[in-house]
């Protein structure tokens, strides 16, 4: 026998080495990729769009738990994570302001007011880009690369939407076109899937279900065009929001099960969106549909005991 006292505690009694920083750094890292690009694509205004919205996250966190009395939580770097998502899903060219505006709505009103990290219901960064779309159209002024005409170049979901000219497939994964600084190049967007899929932050569930969905969809709505449904697929922040703000763990469903639906049901209300919505672009609004969803999609597709009843 023993001295020590019995412990008795709650659920869950499972332990991970990793760490919630560590998860948030992984993040960070597979976000490089497409920050580099945007910044290399889109000039100085880009990273100044990303720096602003970093520092504003994690200043109005810090702000906000030095004015409630609460323990300083900036050091897991969730606020960081979600600065740099929402700067991402930005135009170069929108105002600084706003950016600031955008993050301390998306930090305070919709995270730290819930209580912080894994309470919230929805995902800070998609909600504060919606905000900032309803509030002052800040994705209706889309930024171009350096190198691209902007006067006769329009975004490619318009090309698509008003049936003008497809562009080219290369440029979409390149991003040479354009759109918000993290969501153009699509080749830097499956560099940082590649790295969370390796580092087992995510899984393969939600981004290609969610993806697959809206490529299938798409499909049908253009007349069985595959060409076209590839160039609809990889416009837009359809790939960045599938694989980095999809993924969210507290907003997103926890059952393989669970994933599946709430991809599904975000590749089809984006589609239907992009198609017949008065927005060119579906994916913020579907995926904080969804993110609503999440509590009942886990508690329909939730594992039974054996022997156990309904509830």
């Known amino acids: 026998m023993t001295d020590r006292p019995l412990l008795v505690t709650t659920s869950p009694?499972?332990?991970?080495?990793r760490s919630t920083t560590a998860v948030m750094l992984d993040v960070i890292l597979s976000l490089l990729p497409a920050t580099v690009a945007g910044v290399w694509l889109f000039g100085l205004r880009a990273l100044a769009v990303v720096l602003?919205?970093?520092a504003s996250a994690v200043g109005s966190e810090a702000l906000f738990c030095l004015l409630a009395k609460k323990k300083q939580t900036v050091g897991d770097l969730s606020a960081a994570?979600?600065?740099?998502?929402?700067?991402l899903s930005l135009p170069?060219?929108?105002p600084l302001w706003q950016v600031v505006l955008g993050a301390v709505f998306s930090i305070v009103l919709v995270k730290c007011v819930f209580g912080g990290i894994g309470q919230n219901f929805a995902n800070p960064a998609i909600t504060g880009r919606i905000f900032m779309l309803i509030a002052f159209g800040s994705m209706a002024k889309a930024a171009y690369p350096v190198s691209v005409d902007a006067v006769s170049t329009a975004t490619p979901l318009v090309m698509l939407a008003e049936a003008d000219t497809a562009p080219r497939l290369l440029d979409l994964f390149l991003g040479r076109?354009?759109?918000?600084?993290g969501e153009t190049c699509i080749l830097a967007l499956l560099i940082g899937f590649v790295y969370l899929l390796v580092r087992r932050v995510i899984s393969w569930?939600?981004?290609?279900v969610y993806v697959g969905t809206s490529f299938l969809f798409t499909l049908c709505l253009c007349g069985f065009d595959p060409s076209a449904a590839l160039a609809w697929t990889?416009?837009?922040?359809l790939i960045m929001g599938a694989v980095f703000m999809a993924t969210d763990y507290t907003t997103s469903p926890t059952t393989e099960l669970g994933k599946v639906v709430f991809s599904v049901g975000a590749g089809l209300l984006t589609v239907a969106i992009r198609f017949?919505?008065?927005y060119p672009e579906g994916v913020s609004f579907a995926i904080l549909f969804m993110n609503i969803l999440t509590p009942y999609l886990n508690q329909w597709t939730r594992r039974r005991p054996f022997g156990g009843g309904k509830q």
């Open 234 to 237: 990889l416009s837009g922040s």
């Open 276 to 278: 017949f919505g008065t």
């Open 81 to 87: 994570v979600t600065g740099l998502l929402l700067a």
């Open 177 to 181: 076109h354009g759109g918000a600084i």
């Open 13 to 17: 009694h499972i332990r991970h080495p």
């Open 52 to 54: 602003i919205g970093v």
């Open 92 to 94: 170069a060219n929108v």
């Open 205 to 208: 569930h939600t981004p290609v």
